[in-house]
């Protein structure tokens, strides 16, 4: 297959300028002293996708994956490095981006399409479908000033979807109307999909590129920092959003220090800000939690555990099991039956905060459950050498099928991600009756007789 | 277990049909040439003729005189002019009301066409942040509704011509096509420039609007050229320098051509059959000609300078608006 979208060295530099100053006279009053900032929001990014790929780029707020859209779309042009897009670009940035209040339904389709690169001609032949696909048919010639915002939204996919593009790219426009009309979005990726289009999808929701993505890349701070399948690129992508976390947490805990000792009085024994950092940190991170382990945490602050070195021990998950109850006396998962999920694990130091955790999806990647130590009061230690965590459900509700699952270990606070397996495990379920669904749910059938004595209606 | 809508099973190609026909590949890089950029225009023609369809509509939509706006401003003008100069200070140009219109015709679409350019990347602002097309078609759009309202200024003038009998000058007529060439090339090149400088400092727009009122009063549009001419030619001004400066109005020798072509007299009788000086008497096609090409020449110049200005900054609009 061929390449539609490859992406060379690109980097994008921007000039944060602190105040704006764009008139003349502001311009004099501050010559040659206008405060900036550098700002690379990609750095030599390089990035091939291939066509019929469906792509997610995964990343938070600010991470550059909005600039890497807008420059392969050619909304702006990088600073340097260049990006070649092979075939017709449709870019839904915004819908219904240019509309005209003033104008028309139909004069805006014609203005909007030609606005995306359509002939008034192509605009023609498809014209009706469309209004019918916006379900504007009544209120086509209204102008698009007395259109509820819905409608507004309805046209501009519409237009949007009509272009036949080659390559789609979309920044999380789908996330906007409706369930109704997001099942409708839905339905045109798949279509689009099924036609072996390219699409693009730029998003910081892991749940949509596991739904709709055949490969995905993780951007943090403008650079890319993971590539690969679906499941690599949302734990490559965990991890990032976690360093983050941790990183503001930490900002945020030594803005609320310094105000704490500014406000300490003078009499108060203030240590060395060291010393007085590290015990204040677990006391406001005891506070901040709202779990029922607080009180765990506050009788035992565990100084030492925060300086678990991650680089020198390790903690791996070395294989994960999915065995039927003992007391069941089966050899396979069943559906209403005990179950248990055993995570070996080795170890290479003393760990103190082990949270093993264990997600359960369905198919189409959306969780069903969620099993972790993370709500119980139990402090799991992980010694030297290699163990078990062991899971048990007396009772498993899933109905027949194969179901990814993804196993885990990370620290209390989730700053430290031990060993994460992003849906490397599959959960098959069989069940012994011909139930449909997703989960059994035990139900007792009874039924009612209306009383003897209730008269009939009408005499 | 059965979802209602299974998605097709992705690793496996059974549903995926292959998409056949050739793709126009494209590079997006921080510079693009002259050339490319012109294919892309010229690729995007359709969206310059809506565009500007939609700057001479949404104008004046919702108003009951609609269009009729956007003659009554140069309309009053030409009256006002035509009181002042004609009633109150007796210039003594015979048929005054078609000198004025040769001249504020060309003068209306440029100073429309120019300023409307210059506006025309920060007014359309929500369309250059979310959508890829080329940057030069706003201020282009406006090049042409300006266009547009000449059109319709040129049909009030023929009107006037045929109520006032007077003919124009038949064989200067073939000189209004590179008079517009110029025209079309000077006000492009200056509106797309301004359009990219305004971007970044607003100023730009208001000192414009400066530059095109002094701009207006160094054009002979209200007063003849002979009146500025004539006292340098017979010795009277000292003031050579200031002619030279005035000579060097890219704008003058096309509303010469105009007023040469359209209002067609250099020298007519006045009243009292004393002739007054309009435009050079001696002066052929080629002393119009030569002009012209000088104008297309320059005008052409600036703009690939402003072309290339403009494809410096173009990378940041969306940024910085």
């Not at chain 1, 998003?203 to 890349?217: F, G």
């Not at chain 2, 007077?166 to 420039?193: D, E, K, N, R």
């Not at chain 2, 080629?286 to 320059?298: E, H, K, R």
Request: proline share 5%; glycine share 8%.
């Amino acid at each position: 297959m061929a390449t539609a979208i490859e992406v060379r060295g690109v980097s994008k530099h921007f000039r944060l300028y602190h105040e704006q100053f764009t008139s003349l006279k502001e311009r004099m009053l501050h010559w040659g002293k206008v405060p900036y900032e550098d700002f690379w929001a990609l750095k030599d990014v390089e990035l091939e996708i291939q066509e019929g790929q469906t792509f997610g780029l995964l990343g938070h707020n600010g991470s550059g994956k909005s600039t890497l859209l807008k420059c392969t779309a050619g909304i702006i042009q990088p600073t340097s490095g260049e990006i070649m897009t092979r075939g017709r670009v449709a870019a839904l940035l915004e819908l219904g981006a240019g509309f005209q209040p003033a104008m028309s339904g139909r004069e805006n389709i014609y203005l909007n399409a030609s606005l995306l690169g359509m002939s008034r001609k192509y605009v023609d032949s498809c014209f009706d479908d469309i209004v019918a696909f916006a379900e504007l048919e009544q209120f086509i010639d209204n102008q698009v000033k007395y259109y509820s915002s819905g409608m507004y939204v309805r046209l501009g996919f519409a237009v949007a979807v009509h272009m036949d593009p080659d390559i789609l790219i979309v920044d999380e426009v789908l996330a906007v109307g409706d369930e109704l009309f997001q099942r409708k979005c839905f339905d045109r990726v798949r279509q689009f999909q099924r036609e072996g289009r390219t699409i693009v999808v730029v998003t910081h929701s892991p749940d949509l590129v596991r739904q709709v993505c055949d490969r995905a890349a993780v951007l943090d701070h403008g650079s890319l920092v993971g590539l690969g399948s679906p499941a690599e690129a949302v734990r490559s992508y965990r991890e990032h959003l976690l360093r983050r976390q941790a990183y503001l947490d930490a900002g945020e805990m030594t803005e609320m220090l310094t105000l704490a000792q500014s406000d300490a009085s003078p009499a108060a024994e203030v240590p060395s800000l060291q010393a007085g950092r590290a015990s204040d940190t677990s006391a406001v991170e005891g506070a901040a939690r709202s779990d029922p382990d607080t009180a765990v945490h506050d009788s035992d602050p565990r100084d030492g555990a925060r300086s678990t070195p991650v680089g020198e021990s390790t903690l791996t998950i070395s294989y994960v099991h999915f065995e039927p109850g003992h007391s069941s006396g089966k050899s396979y998962v069943e559906t209403g039956a005990a179950m248990e999920v055993v995570i070996g694990y080795s170890s290479t130091g003393t760990f103190t905060d082990v949270v093993p955790t264990v997600t359960v999806y369905d198919n189409k990647g959306v969780v069903l459950f969620t099993a972790s130590t993370k709500l119980s009061p139990t402090e799991i230690e992980v010694t030297p050498g290699s163990g078990e965590f062991v899971f048990s459900f007396d009772s498993m509700p899933l109905l027949d099928g194969d179901y990814p699952v993804t196993v885990g270990v990370t620290s209390y606070d989730e700053y430290t991600v031990y060993d994460w397996q992003e849906q490397q495990h599959t959960l098959s379920v069989i069940t012994r009756n011909s139930q449909t669904g997703l989960i059994f749910v035990p139900a007792r059938i009874t039924v009612r007789h209306a009383f003897a004595s209730q008269a009939p209606v009408g005499t | 277990m059965v979802a209602p809508t299974e998605l097709p099973a992705r690793g496996t190609d059974a549903a995926v049909t292959p998409r056949s026909g050739d793709r126009p590949l494209r590079v997006v890089a921080p510079k693009i040439s002259l050339r490319k950029r012109a294919q892309a225009v010229w690729e995007y023609r359709e969206l310059l003729g809506e565009m500007t369809r939609k700057e001479l509509t949404v104008q004046y939509k919702n108003s009951i005189l609609g269009f009729l706006w956007s003659m009554l401003n140069p309309a009053i003008n030409l009256v006002v002019y035509f009181v002042v100069f004609q009633l109150i200070l007796k210039n003594g140009i015979p048929r005054f009301a078609i000198y004025l219109m040769c001249g504020t015709l060309v003068w209306n679409f440029f100073s429309m066409g120019v300023s409307g350019a210059c506006g025309s990347i920060v007014g359309n602002s929500p369309i250059i942040k979310k959508v890829a097309f080329p940057r030069e078609i706003p201020a282009l759009a406006q090049i042409g509704s300006a266009l547009t309202q000449m059109g319709f200024q040129t049909i009030v003038l023929v009107i006037f011509l045929v109520a006032f009998r007077s003919g124009p000058a038949v064989a200067y007529l073939p000189l209004l096509v590179p008079a517009m060439l110029a025209l079309v090339l000077l006000a492009t090149a200056i509106g797309i420039l301004f359009a990219a400088l305004n971007v970044k400092l607003r100023d730009v727009g208001y000192l414009l609007g400066i530059g095109l009122q002094v701009w207006f009063w160094g054009t002979p549009i209200v007063y003849t050229y002979a009146q500025i001419r004539d006292p340098i030619q017979f010795g009277h001004s000292h003031y050579l320098w200031l002619f030279v400066l005035y000579r060097l109005n890219p704008v003058t020798p096309i509303v010469l051509t105009f007023q040469r072509a359209i209002y067609s007299v250099t020298s007519p009788k006045g009243a009292g059959g004393v002739a007054v000086h309009i435009l050079p008497d001696h002066a052929g096609l080629w002393w119009y000609g030569w002009q012209l090409l000088a104008v297309i020449g320059f005008a052409s110049a600036l703009l690939i300078f402003a072309l290339t200005v403009f494809a410096n900054r173009e990378g940041n609009f969306a940024e910085q608006l």
